[in-house]
């Protein structure tokens, strides 16, 4: 009797992954989010002797373009699959990789599944020399369907390496090479004899995992810090109504007299507020005279990390204690 192969889902949503450019060794003028997901799997035979893998399309443009709405079917589309199909492996999804970490991070907060859940792009267009997609597209299935990825949260695989969404991001503009887990390094690796993962894993529990997400999200704003940043910005925002600001503070996350003279002299209700800091790497820790005008230290989210975990708290309705108890539990 023929082997049943694992079935997974393949959710497509564009990116260089699917791009294409009129000449081989055109590595920057190319347009992404041309090939359909089926494509990608047309031109992988491969991956038929790993899995039988259904595909459908989300979305498929260039991944800074990329919406809520979007995030939300993606959200759907998997919690859906997953309750109804106990027998699928897992799922992988194909993602420009400007905006990956912050899908992956997302999905790692709201689907609570031990199947494994795996985003890959690539670098260069389907179209290029030494195209890095179709071996990232198999290691991110051989990946989905492992025993070993089972129960660590949502994953991304690039070049051979296999990240946690919590650490995971994308460190240079160009080349191969451009994913990196700050602090910690990659969780594993994949090649052609398997799926390397340390033995005990444990994920951080999916923190907003009953959450259903409305057609409207809240606004929340990332701020960048700098030398003498403009007086009129922060006022501007808090009087547009924003219901979250994340800071991109210097250093350990500090923001400036000038930031934090417009925070305290707003009288209205102050938005749900986040530092994260700028460095690149290292934790913010509670800062007091930042504590009385209301920010909450982002440990070591990134900016655009700290932004999608203060989406989904506006969502769940988290004041700023509710969210403070859930950035604690993140840091356990
Ligand atoms: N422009 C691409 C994107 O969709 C970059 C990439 O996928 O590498 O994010």
Redesign the pocket.
């Known amino acids: 009797m023929a082997m049943q192969h694992p079935r997974l889902l393949l959710l497509g949503t ?4 699917a ?1 294409t450019a009129p000449e081989s060794t055109q590595l920057n003028r190319y347009a ?2 041309v090939i359909a997901a089926e494509g990608l799997l047309d031109a992988l035979p491969e991956l038929a002797l790993l899995a039988e893998i259904q595909v459908e399309q989300i979305a498929n ?4 373009d990329l919406g809520f709405s979007h995030w939300r079917s993606l959200v759907e589309r998997i919690r859906q699959s997953l309750a109804a199909d106990p027998g699928l492996a897992g799922v992988v999804i194909t ?6 970490e912050e899908t992956a991070w997302l999905l790692h907060l709201l689907i609570d599944d031990p199947r494994p859940v795996v985003l890959v ?3 260069r267009p389907a179209s290029a020399l030494s195209a890095d997609g179709p071996l990232n597209l198999y290691q991110a299935v051989q990946v989905a369907i492992s025993a070993e990825a089972r129960g660590r949260g949502v994953l991304v695989v690039m070049d051979g390496q296999i990240h946690c969404a919590r650490a995971v991001s994308k460190r240079a503009t160009q080349g191969v090479g451009a994913f990196h887990s700050s602090g910690r390094g990659p969780l594993g690796w994949v090649d052609d004899l398997g799926v390397h993962l340390p033995e005990v894993e444990r994920s951080e529990p999916a923190l907003f995992a009953g959450l259903s997400l409305p057609r409207v999200w809240p606004q929340v704003v990332i701020l960048h810090g700098c030398v003498e940043p403009p007086q009129a910005l922060i006022p501007a925002l808090l009087s547009a109504g924003v219901q979250g600001l994340v800071f991109t503070g210097t250093g350990a996350g500090q923001l400036s007299v000038v930031e934090r003279d417009a925070l305290a002299q707003w009288d209205g209700q102050p938005p749900l507020m986040l530092r994260a800091n700028r460095c690149g790497s290292g934790p913010v820790h509670r800062c007091e005279d930042h504590a009385k005008l209301g920010l909450l230290p982002a440990g070591d989210l990134s900016p655009q990390k700290a932004r999608v975990l203060l989406l989904l708290a506006l969502m769940a309705g988290d004041d700023r204690n509710a969210l403070a108890a859930r950035l604690k539990t993140l840091s356990g």
């Open positions: 564009g990116g260089t992954i791009g992404a989010g443009v260039d991944s800074a993602h420009g990789t400007n905006t990956l792009g690539a670098m």
